[in-house]
């Protein structure tokens, strides 16, 4: 069962590096017209997806910090 988690964990926290990355991607790409919508008040498509990648790392997080959890408290 540990063995399990820990794998898990290991597959949690490649996740998270993976939502952080292509969320520095999505903010990479933003353009100046991204930013003029931004400024207007309006939601911009590259906004709304920087929005996507982070909720995804933090679920992510969330998530491996559960299992890391879990783990100490079947070592005991």
Partial sequence: MTIFLWILLIL???????????????FLRTTEDDLKAQANGGPSPSGLKQNKMMMGRIM???IAVLIAALIL???R
Wanted: proline share 0%.
């Fill in 73 to 75: 408290m079947l070592s």
């Fill in 60 to 62: 992510f997080q969330a």
């Fill in 12 to 26: 949690a926290a490649i996740a998270t590096v993976v939502m952080l990355i292509r969320g520095i991607v999505t």
